[in-house]
């Protein structure tokens, strides 16, 4: 299939490459310099692909990269409410186009038959006035490949969907411009409804994996912000960085 200008929503620029270290590092240079809300650069593979926590991101050809830049006129606390914006744009293009249980997972993971196929990764810079200058939102989704040495993981093909990657960025791109009008618009209280629909059910045991200890408790949902809530010992804990497992009851 091949990309036509017309198939894309009218305000996303795509830049496209074959190869990147990092559709972000690219993207962060381009935002750097000025480019437009709303540029999208796309690679077919990444060779030096980053996650969370300075993990790397496994980039082989056959999966979707791109790293979408936004400079939203809010606080810069409030930009992380893009992370939730995307995730629920991502979950809803593919229970569009894939016939299997698509779910997200706290931050912004999204879960295809209860296993991890993508991963969200922010990166923003601030004016010296302390408001927001722009924002990098950085997507993978395994589609035909995941990495076999990182438990839990997994791609749409594994799991019995044969989206084409073409079809999954067209989709994925309608949907995100979509939703960040409504956030925009009519602020974070849909998205975190839409968000909550599509997670972990509220009262299922979870452990929390954070920077420096871990902690196990029951997932509350997520507050106004998109901080985490967790009960643990009848108080409710917020929580802003970490990793969430639902914990599997076992006879
Ligand atoms: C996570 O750790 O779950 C987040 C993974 C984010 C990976 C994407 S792939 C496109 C963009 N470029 C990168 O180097 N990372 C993000």
């Known amino acids: 299939m091949t990309l036509r200008k017309t ?3 009218t305000n996303c620029h795509l830049i496209s ?4 270290d ?5 993207a962060k240079k381009l935002a750097s310099g000025g480019a437009k809300s709303g540029t999208v650069v796309w690679a077919r593979e990444q060779v ?5 926590y300075g993990r790397t991101w496994d980039s082989p050809y056959g ?4 790293s979408i830049i936004q400079r939203p006129t809010c606080f810069p606390s409030d930009a992380t409410q893009l992370g939730f914006v995307t995730g629920v744009a991502l979950a809803e293009a593919l ?6 249980e698509i779910a997200l997972k706290w931050p912004n993971d999204i879960m295809a038959n209860g296993k991890k196929a993508s991963g969200i990764l922010l990166e923003s810079s601030i004016n010296p006035n ?3 200058e722009w924002l990098v939102i950085g997507v993978g989704l395994n589609i035909e490949k995941f990495p076999s040495d990182i438990e839990n993981s997994t791609s749409l093909h594994k799991e019995g969907s044969e989206v084409t990657l073409e079809n999954v960025l067209i989709t994925f791109l309608h949907y995100f411009f979509n939703y960040v009008e409504k956030w925009f618009n009519n602020g974070f209280d849909p998205i975190r409804e839409r968000w909550l629909s599509l997670s972990l059910k ?10 420096e200890d871990v902690i196990f408790g029951t997932f509350m949902g997520i507050d106004d912000r998109g901080s985490l809530l967790i009960e643990k010992n009848s108080e409710i804990n917020k929580i802003d960085v970490g990793d969430i497992f639902p914990m599997v009851i076992t006879n």
């Open 7 to 9: 198939d894309l929503p």
């Open 63 to 66: 999966n979707l990269y791109l």
């Open 17 to 20: 490459f074959d190869s990147l």
């Open 202 to 211: 509220k009262g299922t045991d979870i452990k929390v994996r954070l920077p």
């Open 22 to 26: 990092s559709t972000n590092e690219e």
């Open 48 to 52: 030096l692909g980053r996650g969370r």
């Open 130 to 132: 302390k408001s927001l």
């Open 95 to 100: 229970l569009s186009i894939c016939n299997i």
